[in-house]
């Protein structure tokens, strides 16, 4: 067979198209919001020349995953269970932890956080309990019990770590519900159900959690405190100990007390304040590519926060075409999934989409002060390792659909 672009780069152009959109906002933003990193390994080029390297792996395994028929994803689904839940189960009693964070573990020498994975999981076995519940008459009255029975234990091992990613997969569970045609009676009682638990949470957490204190100066007695406080803390003390980081996040969001700029704390909330000024000051069209002042001072400014400085180098105008990159990424997903002859296809990549997006929104939310700081990056833009090439995978599978979806709509 002859090897070509097309032959490459196959399945639906548009989506194609749209990622490598991204790819590109992506190198550019991260080489210019790299700045802390290239300062502490002394290498100009270091950080972005990884990105790079990064984005090249990820391509390469999406351009596999793109040539997989979607009917044998199926098969992957009962293995990805297994590895999630065990992995889920693994980083909460040995997990590694950062930024208070116990997201991540290492297996062969690679650091990975396994909600990345139970992301994609949960997304692959909804879509295959739907299309296996639907008849003539609609879906069936115990689909929605299968549902959730896949995924409140696997949304349960991830929201003591990571409560804004099991937010995420809940959003995008009720999505596929209803564009599933689960009843909307089912629906709006699960919605009903989880505000009630969100509101007596929210309540807990405010009452119980208690705020991070000031970090002291010397960096050993701060070791010294944690080793202590790890080992007099009970099991249930450990399990929600990220109840005081919620607290001031939501305290801090709330609150509607006006703080003249002279007066705010840019110490404890820099990563707002940087990202505020990132954002206020650069009018239309920003400040250029490069030019940004404040990838210096605000925190994660190449991951949770690229956001801010995208805006603030390319302006309201580039602010708004990667929020649009992102919904038509959506909407093209929606047009794929309506060539599909099969249902699980089209569940398949209506929800890995819904997935890219909603994080995207959450990400792009918080950089604007719409939303609490969660600590979701920005899908296939913020800087990443096994999180991008996850994504990747994603884009791969929507691609393979998209491949199937049209050879069956040039067949009718």
Sequence with gaps: MKISIGNIFKGDKVIWMIFFFLCIISIMEVFSSSSSLTYDKSSYWGPVIKHVGILLVGIF????????????????????????????????????????????????????????IAKGTIVLSVAQILSAMQTEEGTEENTFKYVLTVCIPLMGLIVFENLSTAMLIGIVVVGMMFYGGVALKKIGQLVGGVALLGVVALVLIMLVGKEEEAIPNDKNNLTEQVVKTEESASFIEKMFHRAG????????????????????????????GHANIAIASSEIVGKGPGNSEERDLLPQAFSD????????????????????????????????????????????????????????????MVAVGLAPVTGQPLPLISKGGTSTIINCIFIGAMLSVSISAKKKAVVK
């Design 305 to 364: 926060f690229i956001y801010a400085i995208i805006i603030e180098e390319l302006g309201l105008a580039g602010g708004i075409f990667v929020m649009f990159l992102y919904i038509f990424l959506l909407w093209r997903a929606g047009r794929i999934a309506d060539r599909c002859v099969n249902f699980f296809p089209a569940f398949l990549v209506m929800g890995l989409a819904l997935l890219l997006v909603c994080q995207a929104m959450f990400n792009m």
């Design 245 to 272: 980081t919620w607290k001031g996040r939501i305290r801090k969001f709330i609150s509607n007390e006006e703080v003249p700029p002279e007066e705010f704390d840019l110490d404890n909330d820099s990563q707002i």
């Design 61 to 116: 395994v999406m351009i596999i995953v793109q040539n997989i028929d979607c009917k044998y994803f199926k098969v992957a689904t009962p293995f990805l269970l297994i590895i999630s839940a065990i992995t889920l189960i693994w980083v909460l009693v040995a997990g590694q932890a950062t930024n208070g964070a116990q997201r991540w573990i290492s297996l062969f020498g690679i650091q990975f956080q396994p909600s990345e």
